[in-house]
Structures are given as structure tokens and as C-alpha cells.
């Protein structure tokens, strides 16, 4: 029989309805699944709707195959039955995008069917005992926002601002937990510099700072704004940043030409950019031969907790191929998995002394060889990080069905349940996603428990090894940067 989650707040006093997220020992630990609702519905409206049907400099489709998101597995009408499918996994919380351009299609424009939908959509949620955890920018915004020059022109920063007033009024009394941006640092880095993702600019590294710093401005403008409402001061805002290291692959003077190469895309990727900001309100940005391009000091933003998305490191060889060392397995997107980069992310993140929320880790696996043995090193990572006195307060598995993954289109596989566009709809659970059923009906209730369990954990770690499933090498032919 379900119990009812008792959420605890900062403090340990009961919420006394909806709520999540308490940042003390008894508060009860989060253990969710996430998924973007762009990605696993589409629109009509936003940046990305329109940036899919565009072709790009050599005239090939920004998407592969030139797939569209028209074609997807619908989590917009057929929420009930996947957030069933999540509740089969005893999470108690799950994340979830708010989508800018479902809400305010047009400037001035809002469409009340979609607000009331998101009503639906939360009290399903608390019908199934899961805490929310809400993202109001998952790399989507209107496309009338995008053409007023988005975040790339500080004037826009209220625009944003405004439409999280109105959701926070909205939906403030169903969320506790708000993120503001997802991967701010992602989305310059893919959009103005390697133009894999909307606007699709290539080498615009000074327009790629810019747009950063307005993202990061954003947060706080926007963290102050849901504070000053009613009811402000019980959420908790938050930021999400994916950690994403580069290095060469090779040693000597074979890795004498990568090095620069790997430190810009490390700096480009923008850990040390944004935790600095983050701790100091100090930004510099670089661009190649032109040193420092943007740079400003606004002093320390708010922030109440943090989430990590880790999926990887990459290597770099000498030949400016991308992927892992050798006896890595390797993903479908190419990422190695890399148990130790969980750590350091974990303890990078520990500087900001502000709860921690894993928000997303997962893998693309579309074979279904590779998955469990993920979950299970990248787990015993972060029970390792707890057992070391580590705030983390809850993880967030990415993501519950196969979808559109952006640029790469339906082909890549990251999703628990396998869907296909040229299927029936139908949802079917993936063999080696039950390793997660497993560790997380392992996880007890409260930070407390979860901090004793994590330190017997540390002497007997779960799965070291996939069973039966040989290390794939890294292949010749890795992806060129």
C-alpha cells in the first residue's frame, strides 16, 4: 500500500501540503526520474519548433534525418499513464519542465488551456505522492522572445522574469522546488560557439559570454522576484549546470596541439566560469587571441540549492577526435562512461554550501548493454560523496522515455521505457532499467538514514561490473570536435 510522502522544509517543521525539497537530516531524500516536456511533447511556439524546420550552412536539416518533434511519444496528453509508469520505479519526486512557449505563445498572449493543463499535469503528480521539481527554461523559450534577440540583449531579462512571476502564481502552491535555468552554460556553449543547438551560431564567442552572463543576471532577477510574491519565501530557487570536463587523450608531445584545444573547451563549457560566478559574482569570459571579451562584477547571486547534471568527461586525441580511453564502454552519443567524474562534480559543487540535487545522469543506450552498469558506478559514486559529508539531497535519473535528444533526433536512446516515432506509441520498459527499481527501493526515507546507509555502501558497493558484457573500446573512428 502507497504511503503518503511527509515532505520536511528547512528546519524540520512539516509542510503541511505540497512542498519538497527539506534541506535537514529528516527531511525525507528525494528519489525521482526527470524528463523536459518539449522534448517528449513538442510545441508549436517556441525557439526550438522553429529551429528544427531551418537547414543549416550545406543545406542539411539542423535535426537528423530531419525529424521532427510533430512526432513524438506525447507526455502532454498522455501524462497519466507515463507519470504511472515513473510511480513503478517508488520514486517519490519527479522533474519536470514549465514551458514558456505553451504558456505565452504570443507576447501578451496566455493560453489558459495550457496553464490549467499544467494544473492537471501537478495534481497528478500529487496524487501519485511525488514532489515536484519544476524548470522554467529547459533550452526553450517563444520564438517571439527569440526574436527580440533572447538572451543575448539584457533588456529582455524582465520578459523572463515576468513569465516566472506568472507561474510561480500559478503553480506556487503544487512547487517548492524551482529551477531556473537548466545547463545555462550548455546552451550558450551549443548555440553560439559549435551551433549545434538554436540560434545554430557558429564561433560567436563573445555573443556565447554575453548570453551566459544574461542567463546568470536572469537567475538572480528571477530568484528575487518569486521571493518577493506571496508565498515566496518557502520556495526554494535553484540552478542547474552540467559538469563536462575535457582532456588529451594522448601524452607527450602527441598532445602538445590538444591541450590548448581541450582547455578552451573546458573554459567554453563553463564550470569554472558560472561556480565562479556563482561564488563571487565575478565573471570573465575569453574569447581565442582577444583575451578577456566580457567581464563583470555584481557581486554573490542567491541561490538556495544546486543541481548537477553529469553524464561524462570526453577525451580529445590527437587527431581532434572525441571520446573515451581505452576499456571505456562508450555511449551512443559518444560519452564514455566515467564513475569518477560524479566525485569531482559532486565536491566541486560542495563549495557553494548549499543543498545538492543530482538532476539528471543517465546514458544513451539504445542496444541496452550498458545501462545498468552505469547506473550502478555512477550510484556508488554518490553514495560515496555522502558518506563524506556531501549535501546531497536527492537524484533525479534522466529520463523516463526515449525522446527527440535535440540536434540528434529519435535515435538516440536515454530513456527507461523505449519509445519509437515509426511505432505504435506503445511503452516498453527496458530490461536493465530495473537496476534503478532496485537501488532506489533500497534508498530509505529520510537524508538522515540515507547518510547511515551511504556509509556502509562505501564498503560494499553495488554493481562493479556488468554481468556477461564486455568493455566496448573506444572506437577509431571517434567524433571529430
Not at 526550438?48 to 524546420?53: D, L, N, P, S
Not at 582577444?290 to 554573490?300: F, L, S
Request: charged share 20%; net charge negative.
Amino acid at each position: 500500500m502507497d504511503e503518503r510522502v511527509e515532505v520536511l522544509p528547512v528546519g524540520g517543521e512539516p509542510s503541511g501540503g505540497a512542498g519538497g525539497g527539506g534541506d535537514g537530516d529528516e527531511a525525507v531524500f528525494l528519489k525521482g526520474i526527470g524528463l523536459s516536456v518539449y522534448q517528449n511533447s513538442g510545441d508549436t511556439s517556441s525557439n526550438w519548433a522553429t529551429f528544427v524546420k531551418k537547414k543549416g550552412v550545406f543545406g542539411g536539416y539542423r535535426v537528423k534525418n530531419a525529424e521532427q518533434i510533430t512526432t513524438s511519444c506525447d507526455f502532454w496528453n498522455r501524462y497519466e499513464e507515463d507519470i504511472g509508469l515513473a510511480k513503478e520505479f517508488g520514486i517519490n519526486t519527479f522533474r519536470l519542465s514549465i514551458e514558456w512557449a505553451r504558456l505565452e505563445p504570443n507576447r501578451g498572449q496566455i493560453d489558459m488551456e495550457a496553464v490549467q493543463r499544467y494544473h492537471q499535469i501537478l495534481a497528478c503528480l500529487e496524487q501519485n505522492n511525488m514532489v515536484p521539481m519544476a524548470t522554467l527554461h529547459h533550452f526553450t523559450h517563444p520564438q517571439w522572445f527569440e526574436e527580440l534577440g533572447g538572451f543575448t540583449k539584457e533588456e529582455n531579462i524582465p520578459l523572463f522574469v515576468e513569465y516566472a512571476k506568472k507561474a510561480f502564481t500559478w503553480f506556487g502552491p503544487k512547487i517548492r522546488l524551482w529551477g531556473t535555468f537548466n545547463e545555462p552554460t550548455c546552451f550558450s556553449f551549443c548555440g553560439y560557439i559549435i551551433g549545434l543547438w538554436c540560434p545554430g551560431s557558429r564561433l560567436m564567442f563573445r555573443q556565447a559570454g554575453v548570453c551566459l552572463l544574461n542567463l546568470l543576471r536572469c537567475h538572480t532577477e528571477t530568484y528575487r522576484a518569486i521571493k518577493a510574491l506571496p508565498g515566496g519565501e518557502q520556495a526554494r530557487v535553484g540552478l542547474v549546470h552540467q559538469f563536462m570536463l575535457f582532456e588529451p587523450r594522448n601524452t607527450g608531445i602527441a598532445a602538445t596541439h590538444i591541450r590548448p584545444v581541450t582547455s578552451w573547451m573546458t573554459f567554453w563549457f563553463g564550470t569554472d566560469v558560472l561556480m565562479n560566478y556563482m561564488l563571487s559574482g565575478d565573471f570573465i569570459w575569453k574569447s581565442p587571441f582577444k583575451g578577456i571579451t566580457v567581464e563583470a562584477h555584481d557581486g554573490r547571486p542567491p541561490l538556495d540549492w544546486f543541481g548537477i547534471n553529469y553524464y561524462s568527461r570526453l577525451t580529445i586525441n590527437w587527431k581532434f577526435g572525441v571520446g573515451g580511453t581505452s576499456g571505456e564502454q562508450i555511449s551512443d552519443t559518444g560519452f564514455p562512461i566515467h564513475p569518477g567524474g560524479m566525485y569531482r562534480s559532486i565536491k566541486l559543487a560542495g563549495e557553494l554550501d548549499v543543498p545538492i540535487y543530482i538532476t539528471e545522469w543517465g546514458m544513451a543506450d539504445s542496444r541496452d548493454d550498458r545501462r545498468h552498469y552505469l547506473i550502478g558506478a555512477y550510484f556508488n559514486q554518490i553514495m560515496k560523496a555522502i558518506s563524506d559529508g556531501y549535501p546531497v539531497r536527492g537524484i533525479y535519473y534522466w529520463t523516463l522515455m526515449d525522446n527527440i535528444e535535440w540536434h540528434e533526433g529519435f535515435h538516440i536512446k536515454y530513456g527507461l521505457y523505449e519509445w519509437s516515432p515509426g511505432g505504435n506509441g506503445d511503452r516498453k520498459l527496458r530490461e536493465h532499467s530495473k537496476v534503478l527499481k532496485t537501488l532506489y527501493a533500497a534508498l530509505p526515507t529520510t537524508v538522515a538514514e540515507v547518510k547511515t546507509m551511504a556509509t556502509t555502501h562505501r564498503q560494499a558497493p553495488v554493481v562493479s561490473a556488468p554481468e556477461g558484457v564486455d568493455p566496448q573500446p573506444v572506437s577509431a573512428e571517434a567524433k571529430p570536435v
